[in-house]
């Protein structure tokens, strides 16, 4: 396993979750947050470049932020005040390089579930 995803779970709206994932593809590369709605693929919702360079999906702005540890190879990310239509599969990811999102590796996914 490249990547080990953790922290998921089953959270009131409004309440907070926090994931990690740790690996060494992280390394030198971009990492990302993706979430799968059931029927979808996965998409993009938060990631940061090895450079610090961010980026959020509009659903999950202000209120999730992502963060790294380059020396233990982490990828964290922070999710408040969250809301039923945050329930979804979340996966982690390490780029294609340290400013490109998007490679072929994954982390397992992890469930989070918001009730309302």
């Known amino acids: 396993v490249q990547l080990q995803a953790s922290g998921g779970g089953l959270v009131q709206a409004g309440g907070s979750l926090t994931l990690s994932c740790v690996g060494s593809m992280l390394s030198g590369n971009a990492g990302g947050w993706y979430r799968q709605f059931p029927g979808d693929s996965r998409r993009l919702v938060a990631g940061?470049?090895?450079?610090?360079?961010?980026y959020y999906h509009d659903s999950v702005k202000g209120r999730f932020n992502i963060s790294r540890d380059n020396a233990k190879n982490t990828l964290t990310l922070q999710m408040n005040d969250l809301k039923p239509e945050d329930t979804a599969v979340y996966y982690c990811n390490a780029g294609l390089s340290g400013d490109r999102y998007g490679g072929p590796f994954w982390g397992q996914g992890t469930q989070v579930t918001v009730s309302s």
């Open positions: 940061l470049t090895t450079t610090g360079n961010n």
